[in-house]
Every structure is written in structure tokens, then in C-alpha cells.
């Protein structure tokens, strides 16, 4: 049986010469491995070129920019729902990550006529915690240090350093990174 540490190496090793990101070497390859199976041989998020949880659904993923580090929550939260019509894009920023059951949705049905679609791109600032079971809709841009408390519906844009939660959100905490260590020490490094 192979020791821990000599198994941990050889994907390190795998993943260098794939030209894997460095978020891999963060995950466990199982978590990497069952993702492959879905997206390679079962054809599930064929078309998206990095690691999505095999209980999530991308649609439209040729419309969208992850930035640095984002693609780690792409990979292991399940269940969540990216849906990113023609004319939109979803722009996520730096060091973003997102749990469980999120949705980001750039387009959706008239509130009377069901024909008709209106559509918006999404901007999700850098260094943002969107918790939870939270639907971002059509759009909708967030500042950086965003964090969006759990199955809150983001109807509207907000500004940086906020805490919002609701139904639908709205703001319930100015964030001063200049007194909240965790955020300082954050923002410095997505600088």
C-alpha cells in the first residue's frame, strides 16, 4: 500500500505535467477523479475545460471568466447551477468561492408574458463568500469582499465590503477592512 505522503506526491507530479491548476493540489484526486468520470465519460459539463462537482450543472460556460482561485469551488460544491445565456457573461473575481446548491442565473421569464426572456450579465467582485443555497440573478454586479449570507436571492447590485442576506438581499453589515483582521489580511492578497 502506497504511504500517504508518496500518493499526495505522484498527483502533485500528475498534475504538473497535465498543466492541471494549482488549485488541484488543494483537493483530494478523489474529489477530482469522480469529476472526471462525469465530465469525460458520462458527458456531464463536457464542455467546460476545468473540474465542475458531478452534481452541478454549467450551461453557457464559453461566457465565463473565473478569475484566480475560483475554479476550486467550481470543483467540489455540489449541487449548484450556472446558467449563462447568449448575449451575458458571468465575470467571478479573485479568491471567490461559493458553497453548496448556489445559482447564478443571467436570464429568466417575464413577470406576465412567460415568452418573454429578459437577460443581464453577472459581475461577482473579488475575494466574495456567497454561502449556501443563494440564487444570484440577472444583472446583478458585487463588489469586492462581498459575503452573501445563506439562501439570500440577489435581485440588485451592491457595493464593496458588504454582509447582505435576504429575500431579497439587501445590506445588513458595513464590513471596515481596516478593523476586521480576516478581511485585511484577505483584500491584501488579492491585491
Not at 21 to 31: G, T
Not at 182 to 191: E, L
Amino acid at each position: 500500500m502506497l504511504g500517504l505522503g508518496l500518493y499526495e506526491k505522484t498527483f502533485k507530479i500528475y498534475y504538473k505535467i497535465i498543466g492541471a491548476p494549482d488549485y488541484y493540489n488543494k483537493l483530494a484526486p478523489a474529489i477530482l477523479f469522480c469529476n472526471w468520470i462525469f465530465q469525460r465519460i458520462l458527458r456531464i459539463n463536457a464542455k467546460v475545460p476545468v473540474s465542475v462537482n458531478f452534481t452541478s450543472h454549467v450551461s453557457g460556460f464559453s461566457r465565463v471568466k473565473l478569475g484566480k482561485n475560483v475554479g476550486i469551488a467550481l470543483a467540489v460544491s455540489r449541487g449548484c447551477k450556472i446558467t449563462v445565456v447568449s448575449d451575458t457573461t458571468l465575470e467571478i473575481g479573485d479568491d471567490t468561492i461559493w458553497a453548496f446548491n448556489v445559482c447564478f442565473q443571467t436570464g429568466d421569464h417575464g413577470l406576465i408574458n412567460r415568452d418573454e426572456y429578459t437577460k443581464g450579465s453577472i459581475k461577482i467582485g473579488k475575494n466574495c463568500w456567497i454561502a449556501n443555497s443563494v440564487t444570484i440573478l440577472k444583472g446583478v454586479e458585487l463588489g469586492d469582499n462581498v459575503t452573501v449570507g445563506a439562501n439570500s436571492v440577489v435581485t440588485k447590485s451592491f457595493p464593496d465590503s458588504v454582509v447582505i442576506a435576504g429575500c431579497p438581499a439587501k445590506i445588513i453589515k458595513y464590513i471596515d477592512p481596516g478593523t476586521d483582521l480576516n478581511i485585511a489580511k484577505n483584500s491584501q492578497a488579492v491585491s
